[in-house]
């Protein structure tokens, strides 16, 4: 009788922390893009990375140039003190000051330092060149060896959209029904004779219906990440991509990113609805071609946030757009039932209340 109630005694033990376990909801990793600010010390950053951990986040992708390595060591220590992964977030392709020769050519021979495309900061580097190569994996590789980055983050790494998403349309006064040959690139002498010893054949009187013209460009873009990759995982370190949606419904031949290509560990791609005209109900169906597209590699679904989201019906501009509090669990939902891995806020600073309660609520917490 005793050996009887002893074990019926384990048995429901057994059953109260296996219902406790299954009762439990995995917790959805919340990361954020976000910014270290001109006048923050180590400790203001530390407290703003302690307020974004008290509502949830378990990293954060901090904005910096190549260059600024006291700011990246800065905040990736602090991150790290708070309990946050860090990623690096830095862009790649568009950079000024740089050689004049180191820049694309777009299809109307015009150098992006001297006729960037939409906005004056789209001065693109020509991604084939030996010499941007050579520079741009060495910024990574030694950021990536500052003791506290976990990951490199590749922002930018693209030519310039030679279609914009459709919402931006109006903002620009453009009707992108093709290829928009200001920001069409690199129609520099050495990619064209590049691209003719490759295939036997010069570029396509019409371009943009040359498939072969735009998958080596594809490739380049392609090959210039997997060349960070190796360096950056030589050091010991991972990386991470912001990249379109996709990426055969709109990064490939929005901005030539073959992103299920990568050597990346993983990928953020930017699923920011308003821009595509789009409901909160997209981002799932998004986020399902994503995760089937590079299978096992984690997928991070980008939310763009609403701050005014009171006065939306008022804003024309998708750029300051987004995801109401009342979208947020459709939108994260739609996102992890399709196997994203987390979720990833653009921006946590414009995250209301009410945004984070609906997250929070979201997530099951």
């Known amino acids: 009788m005793k050996r009887i109630l002893i074990a019926i005694a384990a048995v429901s033990a057994l059953a109260l922390i296996l219902g406790s376990c299954c009762s439990k909801k995995a917790e959805i990793p919340v ?46 220590k602090a991150a790290h003190e708070v309990g946050l992964e860090y990623h690096a977030w830095l862009p790649c392709m568009l950079q000024g000051g740089m050689l004049h020769e180191w820049y694309a050519v ?9 006729h960037p495309a939409y906005v004056e900061y789209y001065k693109a580097l020509d991604p084939h060149s030996p010499e941007v190569i050579e520079w741009i994996v060495k910024q990574y590789t030694e950021i990536a060896q500052i003791p506290e980055v976990d990951y490199v983050q590749l922002d930018y790494i693209r030519y310039p959209d030679v279609i914009l998403a459709r919402g931006l349309w109006d903002k620009y006064g453009l009707v992108m029904e093709e290829e928009y040959k200001p920001a069409d690139y690199c129609y520099c002498d ?13 570029v396509a009187d019409e371009p943009s219906k040359d498939a072969e013209w735009a998958k080596f460009r594809q490739d380049i873009v392609t090959n210039l990440v997997n ?16 990249v379109f949606p996709g990426p055969d419904s709109y990064a490939t031949w929005m901005v030539r990113q073959q992103w299920k290509d990568w050597d990346v560990d993983a990928l953020f791609p930017m699923n920011y609805n308003d821009f595509y005209l789009e409901g909160a109900a997209w981002v799932g169906k998004v986020t399902d071609e994503e995760v089937k597209a590079v299978p096992g ?69």
């Open 31 to 76: 990361l954020g893009w976000c910014s270290v600010r001109a006048d923050d010390t180590p400790e203001s950053f530390k407290e703003y990375l302690q307020k974004l951990k008290a509502h949830g986040l378990t990293g954060v992708c901090v904005n910096s140039s190549l260059r600024d390595r006291e700011k990246i060591a800065m905040a990736a």
């Open 106 to 114: 777009n299809a109307l021979g015009q150098s992006a330092d001297e």
């Open 190 to 202: 050495a990619c064209k004779a590049d691209f003719e010893a490759t295939y036997g054949r010069k």
């Open 227 to 242: 060349k960070v990759c190796a360096s950056v995982h030589a050091v010991g370190k991972k990386v991470s991509a912001d």
């Open 297 to 365: 590699k984690p997928v991070y679904s980008g939310l763009f946030i609403c701050h005014d989201w009171k006065n939306k019906d008022k804003v024309i501009d998708p750029e300051n757009s987004g995801l109401l509090p009342s979208e947020i669990a459709e939108a994260v939902k739609g996102s992890m039932d399709a196997g994203a891995a987390g979720i990833c806020l653009f921006t946590p600073d414009s995250m209301t209340q009410e945004h984070w309660d609906a997250l929070k609520s979201a997530r099951g917490l």
